[in-house]
């Protein structure tokens, strides 16, 4: 049963994408509609202020990862050789 379920989503995300890239409603299909959109000046500012604003959460995520892969890397307090 859940693999028939499997196959019918398959089938159904596969016939979307397929009208999404053929089916044209005006000039452009689906997708040639989402790409203008992107390709806007008011997108790209979009995207421009979303990175200036998470700009501080990144640095510290990444302070934070390099900090763990350092404390990794390190010596480890438990083995023998640090006795």
């Known amino acids: 049963m859940k693999l028939v379920r499997t196959l ?3 089938g159904i995300v596969v016939g979307l994408a397929y009208a ?4 044209k409603l005006g000039q452009r299909t ?3 509609h989402i790409e203008q ?3 806007s000046d008011e997108a790209r500012e979009l995207v ?8 501080p959460v ?10 763990g892969v350092d404390a990794a890397a ?4 438990d083995s023998a ?3």
């Open 81 to 83: 050789d640090s006795r």
């Open 74 to 77: 390190g010596p480890d307090p």
């Open 37 to 39: 959109i992107w390709a």
């Open 58 to 67: 990144v640095e510290r995520i990444k302070r934070g990862v390099k900090a």
């Open 30 to 32: 689906f997708f040639g």
């Open 20 to 23: 999404g890239a053929t089916v």
């Open 8 to 10: 019918i989503f398959i």
């Open 48 to 55: 421009e202020g979303v990175k200036e604003t998470s700009k």
